[in-house]
């Protein structure tokens, strides 16, 4: 593990090649040598998260548990965006950025209301999504495009609080918006019953889903994922291919192949297929985060993969720690 020192605790990681940019710090640098290199410019508050486009090109940076975002891309301002402030204080800030099947990179969030997903080109600002909508009353968060730009995934919450996932056709939710509002394509039954803490992609057709809970499942066996489980679902198979019970808190998910990197007191590589702890790092702390909602906020861990799978970057108060992850088998 090496670790990098800081002027201040970085907010936002993505690599770029071999270096490491805080896009949230104004793009401040950090090399092969460790060397931090200076902002090139200062977005100031309330800004303290960002997600990436797949090709690099386009950041949002946004206040997690605010209403305010920026559109960049590179270093330039492209616009402003806003969300309902709804309970905007007690879940963190639904945005996502993706590549469709033809190439063209969307914005989705959720610009008016709470409950409504949109879907904008990055480039132009165009709304691929104007149509008549009947939304159903659920908090879309922690928003994700599948790598082939054919599906959405939302691990949001419901009005109990529950942590709740979901899955919608995104290539025919641009052609009839209401798909967006309806239950997605994740049925019922076989489905989950337990609260979502969160969720990813694993690839274009499986999802990772992590559940919280304290209470074990029934002796009789059941085909929905349970309390404190790691499932991965299958969109082509239509049921969970993998569930397993795990003894912690699963927290942030991040994939990798046929693993993941949980994120809940300090980093976990984990196989998703039994659940097992494959390495773990003690001494590198992250807060202990479960789901996308809470009043009193616990902020969402900064880490980033790198996009060969080798290392795993993970901002602390004083320093990054960058990690190397054991071999991967894809």
């Known amino acids: 593990m090496i670790v990098l020192k800081v002027t201040a605790e970085a907010q936002s990681l993505v690599w770029d090649g071999d270096e490491l940019v805080d896009v949230v710090g104004g793009g401040r640098r950090w090399g092969p040598d460790g060397v931090e290199r200076p902002a090139s410019v200062i977005y100031g508050s309330p800004f303290d998260r960002s997600v990436v486009s797949p090709s690099g090109r386009y950041s949002v940076i946004y206040a997690e548990r605010g209403t305010k975002a920026l559109l960049l891309d590179g270093d330039r301002l492209v616009r402003e965006l806003n969300r309902s402030y ?6 963190d800030y639904p945005v996502a950025l993706g590549m469709l099947r033809d190439g063209r990179e969307v914005l989705v969030h959720c610009p008016e209301e709470y409950n409504v997903l949109e879907v904008e080109d990055a480039d132009s600002g165009e709304r691929l999504t104007d149509g008549d909508r009947q939304p159903k009353d659920v908090f879309h968060s922690r928003l994700a495009v599948s790598p082939d730009g054919t599906h959405l995934l939302s691990a949001g919450w419901l ?18 918006p209401a798909v967006l509002d309806g239950r997605g394509v994740l049925p019922e039954n076989p489905g989950i019953v337990a609260e ?6 694993l690839d274009s057709d499986r999802v990772a889903v ?93 880490a980033a993969l790198h996009p060969d799978g080798t290392r795993l970057a993970v901002a602390q108060p004083d320093t990054i720690a960058v990690i190397t992850l054991p071999g991967r088998e894809d």
């Open 86 to 91: 709804y309970q905007a204080d007690a879940y």
């Open 196 to 201: 979502v803490a969160s969720a990813c992609w």
């Open 210 to 302: 992590a559940t919280t809970g304290e209470e074990p499942l029934d002796d009789e066996e059941t085909p929905a994922l349970g309390p404190r489980q790691l499932g991965v679902w299958s969109l082509s198979a239509g049921r969970w291919i993998h569930r397993s019970t795990v003894d912690f808190c699963l927290g942030t998910l991040i994939p990798r192949g046929d693993t993941v990197v949980s994120l809940y007191g300090h980093p976990r590589l984990l196989d998703v297929t039994t659940g097992a702890v494959v390495a773990e790092w003690p001494s590198v702390e992250v807060p202990r985060r479960d789901g996308s909602y809470g009043v009193t906020h616990i902020p969402t861990p900064v």
């Open 159 to 176: 009005w109990h609080p529950y942590g709740v996932v979901e899955v919608f056709d995104l290539t025919s939710a641009l052609t009839d």
